[in-house]
Structures are given as structure tokens and as C-alpha cells.
């Protein structure tokens, strides 16, 4: 999956990526494993310093459904650092280039959420409310947006 | 296969390096083959 040329890019221009291994690293793998509580392979988590969690990917993913797991994790990263006007275009580029995946909803509801937090202009949430009854009507994240109508 | 991911193997080096870029960290833990 990382072998990906466009996965290779977005990692290594966005995060600082650690690799521990299970057997190779066994002594890291558990350290590091008891930290974040990972328990199984493949994990990956993206973490900001020292050592907060921001997302996590837990199992296979196909190679869209992986990137864009790894987009909407970059976002979320912004987003919980309160940096919401970068936070806003990141969940925007996950719908543009992952449409069709899980991530493509959620990231389309913390759209909506950043730029409210960025502008504090409530008309942000009434917007994201009408972009799930065009799209992504049946997801749980249209749920969680629906009190915004 | 090509491996386009510049992995560090040292967490505690990459976490210094991700403050000081302002950047997060991917883990990757991970049984495959290396």
C-alpha cells in the first residue's frame, strides 16, 4: 500500500512516518504498542507530539479507502491543534478525491464543523446540513448533521 | 516493490523532529514483510 507513488507523497510530505515492526521491532512494538494501545496488524495512527492520538486506522484497507483515511487523519490532526481554517480545504480534499469512501461523509460534517469554528458563522452548519440531503443522505454522519436543518 | 515511504525506525528521534517541524507522526505497526 505504501508502495503507492501517491500514497508515498502525501505521507512523506505531511507526516514524519514511523515504522515498528512486530518481529524485527519486537521490543519497540511492544513499547510503543502498550502506549497507544495497539494490539493488532496493520495499525497506523497518526499522532501529534508528544503523543496524542488523532486518528486511527485499524485493519486492510483498499488503496482509496486507505489514502483517504490517511487524508480525513491529516485533517482531523488540524483540526484538533485548532488550526481550523487549514482544517476546512483538508476534509474538503478528502470529497474531492475519495468521493466514494467512508471518509468522504465525515469528512463533509467536520467540513461544515471547521468552517463554523474558523468563522463562528452558524450558517455554516445549516450549509452542511443541505450538502447531506445532495449527498451522503444515508450516512451516519447525515444523522449527526440533521439537527443543523 | 518500490518503497517510497522515507520510515525512521527510532520513534523518539521522529517525535523531536515532528515538534520541531510542527508536523504529527504516522505509526505504522506493522507485520509484513520488510
Do not use: C
Amino acid at each position: 500500500m505504501y508502495s503507492d507513488p501517491q500514497i508515498g507523497e502525501f505521507v512523506n510530505s505531511r507526516f514524519i512516518p514511523v515504522r515498528v515492526h512486530a518481529k524485527d521491532d519486537a521490543a519497540e512494538f511492544h513499547r510503543l504498542g502498550g502506549m497507544f494501545d495497539a494490539q493488532w496488524t496493520p495499525t497506523t495512527l497518526i499522532v501529534d507530539p508528544p503523543s496524542t492520538e488523532r486518528h486511527r486506522i485499524e485493519g486492510f484497507l483498499p488503496k482509496d479507502d486507505f489514502a483517504s483515511q490517511l487524508a480525513l487523519g491529516f485533517a482531523k490532526a488540524a483540526f484538533a491543534r485548532g488550526a481550523f481554517k487549514e482544517a476546512e480545504p483538508a476534509f474538503e480534499a478528502v470529497i474531492q478525491h475519495y468521493p466514494d469512501t467512508d471518509a468522504a461523509p465525515e469528512a463533509q460534517y467536520w467540513s461544515g464543523v471547521s468552517r463554523y469554528k474558523a468563522t463562528g458563522d452558524a450558517q455554516a452548519l445549516g450549509h452542511t446540513y443541505q450538502r447531506f440531503q445532495d449527498r451522503y443522505s444515508d450516512s451516519t454522519w447525515a444523522k449527526k448533521a440533521s439537527v443543523w436543518g | 516493490m518500490a518503497e517510497t515511504i522515507h520510515w525512521s525506525h527510532d520513534f523518539d528521534s521522529a517525535m523531536k523532529r515532528a515538534g520541531a517541524e510542527g508536523k504529527a507522526i504516522l505509526v505504522d505497526f506493522s507485520a509484513a514483510p520488510m
